[in-house]
């Protein structure tokens, strides 16, 4: 029986009511079970009676009956052992073994796309394609399902088949020598470029010595006035360069749980050592595309976070770890307000690089000190944000060190454009100049335009601003710990205006200041107004940033109120024990 027929009569219409009992109809299974000893092949539901021939291949059975002058025409005729009963089975000379393998498989009882063999009684196999030599009814062929074994051993003669040629053609092409030879030479190159590395780090490395003698020397020639900065400027405009060696701080890989924690503003920054720091910030250059944007080397990125880190200052608060506070926060904001949709990616490295560097080598004391003392810092600068000034020429000092530049392969007057950006972002961090920039977005934020370029500039100033003293807007445990780190910090200078005679702010001077009374004027009326100012442009900030606001400015209240009603308790207790002895 052709495949075409058997496909032929799956499709039939399976009406059991059709059927009847005179020659030449179909019959359901189970009567071909209970009277059936020779079969011809199943077909889904119904059987052929012994009457009528299997194949249905009606033109072929007349032509063989006719005598057809074509005999290769004829059908083949085949008889299987099928559970011990004897099925027919009917196929054209012309269908192919694939084919014929399937009608085997449907006539056994066995799912199709099985591997299988068939066998003679004698055990000898019956190959399976048109030329199988036919069989009788008492010489039956069974189909045998092949076991895993067998399916293993041929597996593995084509195996080592394979192995065989891959033998014949490594042997022909000589690739192991080839393979060895190029291992050789790449392990000579990568000698090469060790040895050369360590030559030119030894060379940085007397350059760097020279340079700290050079400037030793300029030092004791002259003396600087009150405030010590890092770096002393010589006649020549130049400074002492960071350290040049290779990057050495380990390579930490962060995990997905800190991948995530670092885009939101609730980051514990307390619990990261400074080489954590570095590795962090080193991630967020990579996953904002920023490397590949501006073509950075990897190893110059290192080198740059590594001169960063070195030249902040170990102050109480205007320190590394305020650096990557900031920074970490402007990178949680980026995401939050989804930035990078807005935004270009020169913007997104304007931003992370002006975060990274604006505080650099803050002296501790703040631009009133800095203006009243008359340090170099205020002469220099004109008594203009001589702080933020002096942290940009330190910047771009840094920057401007081969080793260093992170925008060596920028071109030249997209480099003028960024220092502009970036200088703009941190002289943006004089809170001198707040009123005026927060007036400024304040008349652009209804009206916002992302293609204006004004309108830009503004919103990047109000972000490095809201960075630069969001530290309330962590969780307490996070947030009240800078607070002390502050107050350390004022409370070091307004004991040094004191001893110098100078004026003394009331909230630096211990004597007046609490926590409380330092906080809550803050929080009330410079930061809530600023950042309900940013929610209005970006309103998904409200319950990250401005609700956490809202919770610290009623904590330190709450706090004041205690403080209060102790100090009434105080002063009663105070006026009660005077007048009590005036009594006496």
Known sequence: MCIDCVRACARAPACESAAS????????????????????????????????????????????????????????????????????????????????????????NIPRNTAVMM???????????PTMPTNSPNFLYKVVPLSTAQLGEKEDMFQNVLSQVAEQFSRAFRINELKTEVTNRIAMLEKRVELEGLKVVEIEKCKNELKKLRDEMTSRGGGRVNCP????????????????????????TLSQETIEALKKPTFDVWHWEHNEMLSCLEYMYHDLGLVKEFNMNPITLKRWLLAVQENYRNNPFHNFRHCFCVSQMMYGMIHLCNLQEKLTL???????????????????????????????????????????N????????????????????????????????????????DMARHGEILESFKQKVDNFDFTNEEHV???????????????????????????????????????????EGLPVAPFMDRDKV??????????????????????????????LMVQPLRDSRDHYEELKQIDDAMTEGSSFMITFRTDLKKCE
Not at 24 to 33: D, I, N, W
Not at 229 to 252: L, M
Not at 405 to 411: C, L, Q, S
Not at 467 to 479: F, H, K, L, Q, Y
Request: charged fraction near 20%.
């Open 21 to 108: 009992s005179a020659p030449g109809t179909l019959l359901p299974a189970s009567a071909r079970e209970a009277s059936l000893t020779l079969n011809t092949l199943v077909v889904p539901r119904f059987v052929r009676t012994p009457t009528q021939n299997i194949c249905g291949c009606v033109r072929e059975e007349r032509e063989a009956n006719m005598g057809s002058s074509s005999s290769s025409y004829a059908p083949k005729t085949i008889y299987l052992d099928v559970d011990g009963k004897v099925q027919k089975v009917v196929f054209s000379c012309h269908c192919s073994p694939c084919d014929i393998k399937e009608l085997l498989c449907s006539s056994s």
């Open 119 to 129: 066998v003679n009684p004698e055990g000898a196999l019956v190959s399976i394609d």
């Open 229 to 252: 900065c890092k770096y002393n400027f010589s006649d020549d405009g130049k400074k002492v360069t960071p350290r040049r060696d290779v990057p050495s701080y380990p390579k930490y």
């Open 346 to 388: 020169t913007d997104m490295g304007i931003l992370m690089t002006a975060a990274v560097c604006h505080d650099l080598d803050h002296p501790g004391y703040n631009n009133t000190y800095q203006i009243n003392a008359r340090t170099e810092l205020a002469v220099r600068y004109n008594d203009i944000s001589p702080l933020e």
């Open 390 to 429: 002096h942290h940009c020429a330190v910047a771009f000092q840094i920057l401007s060190l081969p080793e260093c530049n992170i925008f060596a392969n920028v071109d030249p007057e997209a480099f003028k454009q960024i220092r502009k950006a970036i200088i703009a972002l941190i002289l943006a961090t």
């Open 457 to 499: 500039t503004c919103l990047k100033m109000v972000l490095i601003k809201c960075c630069d003293i969001s530290n309330e807007v962590r969780p307490t445990e996070v947030a009240e710990p800078w607070v002390d780190c502050l107050l350390e910090e004022y409370f070091m200078q307004s004991d040094r205006e004191k001893s």
């Open 514 to 543: 609490t926590k409380p009374t330092a906080q809550i004027g803050f929080i009330k009326f410079v930061l809530i107004p600023m950042f309900e100012t940013v929610m209005k442009l970006f309103p998904q900030i409200e319950e």
